[in-house]
């Protein structure tokens, strides 16, 4: 079954407001990488955590690897209407070849 | 570069068809996978292939067929559709690894009636 869970499974919010998205393992995670689908378009890579602890930024974004590399977050600040979409965190359990898919978080924002 | 590219973008199929998902990329990358989307499933590897003439299988390989006879190709085949795998299809690639960045192609939605 799905090894990388995420929540909030949705999530809305007005303009300006904080967002954040949990990506949870039940095994521990080689690498993190997060993606952004737009509605009706394709997952694009937005960045890949590797270290534990790593923290990284992307203007508004903040990207964290935990400790234990089970979990991630991703942090949005001051969500804008060109947030929308649905943002996935995909990491390799169990080495080997297999890139695994959380179940994602769908943003909308509201003006 | 075209980057990623996914033939047809819609196809709508009956019960106990077969066919063939093209998927090509001209980045010259070792590492190909093939993935559906179903809604609050996110994405779910199908199969996957780290270069011409291997392939592997993902998470959900079943009812499914891949070959890589080549760098740039790696076709996905339906054998038998069913109305299970209504879904959208995704084809990625990336450098020589999952560790690198995946650059997704833009989509088949398949409906099998």
């Known amino acids: 079954g799905q090894q990388v869970m995420q929540i909030p499974q949705y999530q809305h919010v007005q303009e300006g407001e904080d967002f954040t998205t949990y990506c949870n393992s039940s095994?521990?995670?080689?690498?993190i990488q997060w993606y952004k689908q737009r509605p009706g378009g394709h997952p694009v890579f937005l960045i890949q955590?590797?270290?534990?602890?790593e923290v990284k930024k992307q203007k508004r974004l903040t990207f964290q690897f935990g400790e234990a590399k089970k979990n991630s977050s991703l942090h949005i600040t001051a969500t804008q209407t060109t947030d929308v979409g649905t943002y996935f965190c995909a990491g390799i359990t169990g080495g080997g070849n297999k890139l695994t898919f959380g179940t994602g978080t769908q943003l909308k924002v509201e003006l | 570069n075209a980057g990623v590219t996914q033939t047809p973008k819609f196809q709508v199929l009956k019960t106990g068809q077969s066919m063939t998902l093209q998927c090509a990329q001209d980045m010259n990358h070792e590492y190909m996978s093939w993935y559906r989307q179903d809604p609050g499933m996110g994405l779910r590897l199908i199969h996957y292939?780290?270069?011409?003439?291997?392939?592997d299988q993902g998470e959900v390989p079943n009812g499914y067929n891949v070959s890589r006879s080549t760098t740039e190709d790696f076709p996905l085949r339906l054998l038998s559709a069913a109305p299970s795998q209504t879904s959208v299809y995704f084809c990625?690639?990336?450098?020589?690894?999952?560790?690198?960045?995946?650059?997704f192609g833009p989509g088949t939605r398949l409906t099998v009636l």
């Open positions: 990625a690639s990336g450098g020589t690894g999952p560790y690198n960045e995946q650059f």
């Open positions: 292939s780290v270069g011409a003439g291997i392939t």
């Open positions: 095994t521990t995670l080689s690498n």
């Open positions: 955590l590797v270290k534990s602890g």
